[in-house]
C-alpha cells in the first residue's frame, strides 16, 4: 500500500515526472489536418526536399534550388517534447537557399522540426524528427 501511494505521490507532485501536452488545443489542431495533410503533400510533389545539417554553428537548413529565396515566406518552429520551455520559432530568412538555427538556441537531444512556407500561392509544409 505505501509503494502504490508513493508511486501516485511521485508521478502527480514531482516536477521530474512532468505531464506537458504537445499542443494546448489539440481539439482545435485536429481541425486543421486536412490542410496540414494538402501542405505536406505539396512538399513531397517538390524535385528537391529540405535538408538538414548539423553543424558546430547549429543546424543548417537547405531549401529546394529550384525556389527563387526572396519568395519563399514562412516559419521555422524547432519544438523539444521534453521541455516546452525550449521550443522556438524564426521567420525564414534565407540566403543562398540557405538558414542556419544558431546554436546557441539548441540544446542537444531530440527536436521536433516543422517548416511552413508559402512560394506564390502553393502552401507547403515539412516535418521531420531531428537529433542535434
Known sequence: MVFILSFVYKS?????????LV?????????????EIDKLNNANKLEEDI????SKEGVV???????????????I????LSNKKLDFSEEIKLENHQQ???????VSG???????????EQLYLFKDSWFY
Not at 13 to 18: K, L, N, P
Not at 25 to 30: N, P
Not at 51 to 54: D, E, F, T, Y
Request: net charge negative; hydrophobic share 35%; aromatic share 14%.
Open 12 to 20: 502527480i507532485a514531482m516536477d521530474e515526472y512532468q505531464h506537458e
Open 23 to 35: 499542443s494546448e488545443d489539440y481539439y482545435k489542431d485536429e481541425l486543421h489536418y486536412q490542410e
Open 51 to 54: 535538408i538538414l545539417k548539423n
Open 61 to 75: 537548413i537547405q531549401f529546394p534550388a529550384e525556389m527563387d529565396n526572396n519568395e519563399i515566406k514562412g516559419k
Open 77 to 80: 518552429h524547432f519544438q523539444r
Open 100 to 106: 542556419l538555427i544558431d546554436a546557441e538556441k539548441l
Open 110 to 120: 531530440k527536436w521536433v522540426v516543422r517548416i511552413d512556407w508559402q512560394y506564390g
